[in-house]
C-alpha cells in the first residue's frame, strides 16, 4: 500500500519551501522535505488513512525544521571533532521524536475547504487558478505572474474578479477593528483576509480524478489559457499536488549513498583521489573526517578502494543505507551534459543519513593506520639519507 510520503513529492518540497520562506530559517528546503518523509514513513503513515492530506503534511513540515536544525547541529559537532559515541546518542533522541498524526478534519476546517471550493468552481478556471496560487499558496501577484507567464496586471485584475464573486456567494470578513466606532472600516480588505484564513485552515481531500500530466502543466507555465485545457486548469486549482508539480518543476526521484570516513589528516589527498575514481562528491568534516556522497553503483567499489589491506588511508568507515531523494528534473532549454560527478548536492535531503552515517562510524572499529602519506614518507626517508650522508662527509675529513 502507498504511504503518505511516497504520493506528495512535489506538495513536500512545496510546504517546505513557503514554511522557511515565511519564517527564514536557514536550512535546506530539501533536507526539510527528506526529513518530513522520514518522519511519515517512521509513523507508518498510510496515503489511504488520511482524511485530509496536505493538512496533515502542513503540521509533519513544523515538526521537520526541528528536526533537521538539530541534525545540523550534529554534523557541525562531527566537524568541530565531538564524540561519535555522543553523537549517535543525540541522533537516537532525535529519530524518537515524532509528532502526533493529524486526524479527522475539525468540522470548522472541513467548513472552510468546502467554501474554498465552492468559491473556486464559481469562477472561471484561470482565475480558480490565481486564486488557488495567491490564497492557498501564499504566492505574490509578481510571483504568480511569472508562473504562469502573464502580466501582472491580469493577476491584479483576477484578484479583483475573485472577491467580487466571494461577494456574491456570501463570504464577508469579519469586523475591522481598526475601524472608528460606527464607522464599517475597510470591507473588501476584511473580506479578503477572511478568504485568505479561509484557505489556509481548510482541510480536505482533493479532486479523485488522475492529476495532471507534465505536458499539460508546461502549457500552463508557458502561459496557455485556452478553452480546450479549461478543465485540466480546474482540476489544477482544486488539486494541492498539481499545483505543488506546477509551482516546483518536474520531480524525480534518485538514489544515493552518504560514506562517512575517518583517517588520518594526511591522507585527504588519497581520499581525494578514490571520491574522483569513483565519481562521489567529497566535503571535509573537520580534522580527520570526510562526508561522500556515491552513486549506488559505485559505492562498493568506492568503500573497497579505501580499505584495501595495503591501504593506510582510512581508520574507520561507515556506508549508510541508500537515501531516496528527489531532485528537479532540468527543463529541455537547461539540459547540460551528463555530469563528471554525482549530481545530488549535499543539503538536498542528505543530512539525516550523513549524522546516521557518522552514527555508525563511532560502532566501528579503529583499524590501525599509518598516520603519514607515501609522500610525507618520501620526504622523511630524503632527510635521513641527507642527514647520513652529512655525518659520512664529515667522518672523512
Request: with cysteine.
Amino acid at each position: 500500500m502507498e504511504t503518505l510520503n511516497r504520493r506528495h513529492t512535489a506538495l513536500l518540497l512545496k510546504h517546505a519551501r513557503r514554511f522557511m520562506r515565511a519564517t527564514a530559517i536557514t536550512v535546506p528546503v530539501a533536507d526539510v522535505a527528506r526529513e518530513a518523509e522520514l518522519i511519515l514513513g517512521e509513523m507508518g503513515t498510510r496515503a489511504s488513512e488520511v482524511a485530509a492530506p496536505e493538512a496533515a503534511i502542513r503540521d509533519v513540515i513544523r515538526h521537520a525544521v526541528g528536526r533537521v536544525k538539530r541534525r545540523r547541529t550534529l554534523i557541525e559537532q562531527i566537524a568541530a571533532g565531538d564524540d561519535l559515541e555522543a553523537v549517535s546518542r543525540d541522533l537516537a533522541a532525535v529519530d524518537n521524536e515524532l509528532p502526533p498524526l493529524l486526524g479527522k478534519p475539525t468540522a470548522e476546517d472541513a467548513a472552510a475547504f468546502e467554501t474554498v471550493c465552492r468559491l473556486k468552481r464559481a469562477l472561471p478556471p484561470t482565475d480558480a487558478l490565481v486564486m488557488a496560487l495567491i490564497f492557498d499558496d501564499d504566492f505574490a501577484d509578481h510571483e504568480v505572474a511569472a508562473l504562469v507567464t502573464r502580466p501582472v496586471s491580469d493577476i491584479a485584475a483576477a484578484r479583483e474578479r475573485i472577491l467580487f464573486t466571494a461577494k456574491e456567494l456570501g463570504i464577508e470578513g469579519d469586523a475591522d477593528a481598526r475601524a472608528p466606532a460606527g464607522m464599517p472600516g475597510d470591507v473588501e480588505k476584511m473580506r479578503e483576509l477572511k478568504v485568505k484564513r479561509l484557505a489556509e485552515t481548510a482541510a480536505g481531500a482533493g479532486p479523485e480524478s488522475a492529476h495532471v500530466e507534465e505536458a499539460l502543466l508546461r502549457l500552463l507555465r508557458d502561459g496557455d489559457a485556452s478553452d480546450d485545457i479549461a478543465d485540466a486548469v480546474m482540476h489544477v486549482a482544486l488539486c494541492a499536488d498539481c499545483r505543488a508539480s506546477l509551482t516546483e518543476g518536474e520531480v524525480e526521484r534518485r538514489q544515493v549513498v552518504v560514506v562517512a570516513i575517518e583517517a588520518p589528516p594526511d591522507a585527504g589527498r588519497e581520499i581525494e583521489k578514490a571520491a574522483t575514481d569513483a565519481r562521489a562528491k567529497l566535503v571535509e568534516r573537520g580534522e580527520g573526517r570526510w562526508t561522500a556522497l556515491v552513486e549506488p553503483s559505485r559505492a562498493a567499489s568506492f568503500k573497497g578502494e579505501l580499505e584495501r589491506d595495503d591501504s593506510s588511508k582510512v581508520s574507520r568507515l561507515a556506508m549508510a543505507e541508500p537515501v531516496d531523494v528527489a531532485v528537479p528534473v532540468p527543463s529541455a532549454s537547461n539540459r547540460k551534459p551528463m555530469p563528471s560527478f554525482i549530481d545530488v548536492a549535499f543539503g538536498s535531503g542528505t543530512s539525516g543519513s550523513e549524522v546516521a552515517a557518522w552514527a555508525q562510524v563511532s560502532r566501528e572499529r579503529r583499524r590501525r593506520v599509518d598516520s603519514l602519506s607515501p609522500r610525507a614518507l618520501g620526504v622523511g626517508l630524503l632527510i635521513v639519507l641527507a642527514v647520513f650522508a652529512c655525518i659520512a662527509l664529515f667522518a672523512t675529513r
